[in-house]
């Protein structure tokens, strides 16, 4: 598997594409008045403790306050590792931790999401080439995608070997460290060590709802992590970048300097692999498959579902490999979309019905491998009774669709709007209203032009009944700028 890494800069904003086989698969968008804060470090004071949710308000100098959990504060203790949720130990309780008006360090986890507010945490990490420095821990980590288990045992003995006192705190080794040399692992906890010095500096200086410690600008951030053996280049359409990221790799990633180059041809940068055409599909619900299936996607404040459809595909055999065969297409599809559109929290996704039980095993367990290449984790259940399968997806920024997009002014994000009908009839019983209550000589109906149109041709007649039952007059006027559900009743 090759990748390839496309960097379009902007004023306004920066985009980052990776390209995986020719084929568009992640897209971050940072734009310049909205950047993300995850992984910045604030310096907080706590605005407000629940006690009964084990939870605290943060003030860090947001427009909200943002959500700071029992589990997600330093108790002076390091924390220790844990394999699964059930083996955390019960946090102590929030009055014991933090108080109202007490100043303290944080790091965010998650960028402010819809009406949420951003949420914190006191365990600080800081990530470098290939470590991840863990100040409150006291544990040396290692990432499950270095397989080989003589490699494992090589890294975390080096880490140890080189951290020398301070291995009281903590260090989570990444996947790019495999096979790395001892003088890059050894650079790399030099370099944590300062970083963590002055950021301890100037903790004691800033003022609270100030920034401490800010995290790489994307083009800079995605060349750090994104980066791994599989990527073969990095194209960048902005020289003043260009340079920027050669400095940054000739320091830190000296095997990519070749890979790294300045793209000036005519076309944009995002033309390449049709990455623009790609986005746009990736706003619309509805994904074609390549055998004739769909799927539909909807995103919804509490979870995304997904529905699979044979669409045009009839297969060549029966109706049963003909729905394993859109089903197992799928899988890769949704692992795909998922990525792309950045899909996270709950999804629900509705195969369509197997009888037979080995297909369902299958594809569930292609959905499994094709979700293993993703950077954000995800837990896949069974297929229920129902024929569901339910998975969640690691969500700690906004989906794609968030980001470009907003609620529509008309249907205000239902997806739908009253029918010209429905209207006229709510027009009906507000006039009713009025005459009852005030005495006007006359009513004016100000309405868009589809509902006074039918106002006037085949509701012409109950118009005129209603002019006779309330002994007055009703005229109409079309307001261009009205949406479709918009109406006013004037008196006069």
């Known amino acids: 598997m090759s990748e390839e890494i496309l960097i379009n800069v902007t004023p306004q904003e920066t985009r980052v594409a990776v390209i995986e086989n020719g084929v568009l698969q992640e897209v971050f968008i940072e734009r310049e008045r909205k950047r993300g804060i995850v992984s910045n470090i604030y310096k907080g004071k706590v605005c407000r403790v629940l006690p009964g949710m084990q939870a605290a308000f943060v003030e860090i100098g947001l427009e909200r306050a943002a959500f700071l959990h029992a589990s997600d504060i330093w108790t002076g203790k390091p924390k220790e590792n844990v394999e699964s949720y059930d083996d955390k130990p019960e946090p102590p309780s929030i009055n014991s931790l933090v108080r109202e008006g007490q100043e ?144 940054f790799v000739g320091k830190f990633i000296p095997e990519l300097v070749a890979g790294i180059e300045y793209y ?119 297929v229920s009774s129902l024929g569901l399968v339910q998975m969640t997806r690691k969500r700690t920024r906004e989906s794609l669709g968030h980001i470009l997009c907003e609620s529509c002014p008309v ?12 209207v006229a009839f709510e027009i009906f019983r507000e006039i009713l209203r009025e005459a009852r209550q005030f005495d006007a000589q006359t009513f004016l109906v100000l309405a868009s032009q589809k509902v006074v149109d039918l106002m006037l041709d085949e509701e012409s007649a109950s118009v005129a009944e209603l002019e006779e039952f309330i002994a007055r007059p009703i005229k109409f006027q079309v307001e261009m700028q009205y949406s479709q559900e918009l109406y006013d009743v004037v008196l006069m």
């Open 411 to 422: 249907c205000r994000g239902t997806g739908t709007v009253k029918t010209p009908e429905t």
């Open 104 to 247: 303290i360090l944080v790091q965010v986890v998650k960028d402010p999401l819809g009406t949420k507010g951003a949420r914190l945490t006191s365990h600080i990490t800081i990530p470098a080439r290939f470590l991840v420095y863990m100040p409150y821990s006291n544990h040396i980590g290692i990432s499950q995608k270095i397989e080989d288990e003589t490699e494992r045992e090589r890294l975390k003995n080096l880490v140890i070997d080189m951290a020398g006192d301070e291995i009281q705190s903590g260090f989570i080794i990444r996947t790019v460290a495999e096979g790395a040399e001892e003088q890059a692992i050894n650079a790399d906890i030099q370099f944590l060590r300062k970083i963590w010095e002055s950021l301890q500096e100037r903790s004691k200086e800033v003022q609270v709802g100030q920034i401490v410690y800010e995290d790489l600008r994307l083009s800079m951030r995605a060349i750090r992590d994104m980066v791994g053996m599989d990527v073969e280049k990095i194209r960048i359409d902005s020289n003043e970048h260009f340079q920027k990221a050669t400095k």
């Open 264 to 382: 000036s041809g005519p076309r944009p940068i995002f033309d390449l692999f049709s990455v623009e055409d790609e986005i746009q599909k990736a706003l619309q619900s509805k994904v074609q498959l390549k055998s004739g299936g769909y799927l539909i996607i909807d995103q919804t404040e509490a979870m995304t579902t997904v529905d699979v459809n044979t669409g045009a595909f009839v297969g060549h055999r029966n109706l049963e490999e003909t729905i394993f065969k859109t089903n197992l297409e799928a899988t890769q599809t949704i692992a795909r979309q998922l990525r792309l559109r950045n899909l996270g929290g709950i999804i629900i996704i509705d195969f369509i019905d197997m009888e037979n039980e080995e297909h369902k095993r299958q594809v569930l367990r292609a959905l499994e491998r094709a979700v293993e290449k993703d950077h954000a984790k995800s837990n896949i259940s069974e």
